[in-house]
Each structure stands twice: as C-alpha cells, then as structure tokens.
C-alpha cells in the first residue's frame, strides 16, 4: 500500500485515509461526499475525521486505502485481569 494522487481516489462513499490537507502532513480518515450529512449545505467534497472532529477537507493531494483490520485471533490473557 503506498500513497496516490487524490486525483485517483475513489469518489463513491468510501472511506480511506487522505494527507496533504492545506499543506500539512496530517492523515485523516475521510469519505468523498455528494451532499452534505445534515442540514447545512455544503458543495461536494472531502468529509473527514482527524482527532474526534468531523470536518470538510480542503486540497488534499493524497490518498490510500485503509488497511485491512488486525487479525481476531483470541487473546492468550483472560479479559478481566492483567498477565502475570
């Protein structure tokens, strides 16, 4: 996985991961939107999340998949108490 021009990223309702937003290097995760999620009109664009903040995303020049999540595979410590 390696990051690709925002020009080629998907533009249907997925979610990946963006940087370059405003010149920064901070990496969001964000969604191209059609129409604004509530009542306030907003043009098409990048709808993200950075730092527990929903926030429309200004210039951002890349994009990547998200990766794939951890493997499930039960834990060898029981939930309720710490090992050892």
């Known amino acids: 996985m390696s990051w690709q021009p ?3 990223a998907p533009r249907d309702g997925a979610w990946v991961l963006i940087t370059g937003c405003g010149g920064t290097s901070c990496v969001l995760v964000a969604a191209w939107i059609e129409e604004s ?3 306030n009109f907003h043009e098409p664009g990048w ?3 950075w730092m527990g903040y929903e926030q429309w995303v200004s210039a951002p ?8 999540p ?6 060898p410590y029981p939930t309720n108490k710490p090992p050892g």
Do not use: K, V, Y
Request: proline share 22%.
């Open 70 to 75: 951890p493997d499930q595979s039960p834990s």
């Open 37 to 39: 999620p509530d009542e």
């Open 47 to 49: 709808f993200g999340f």
């Open 61 to 68: 020049t890349h994009w990547m998949p998200l990766p794939s």
């Open 6 to 8: 925002i020009e080629t």
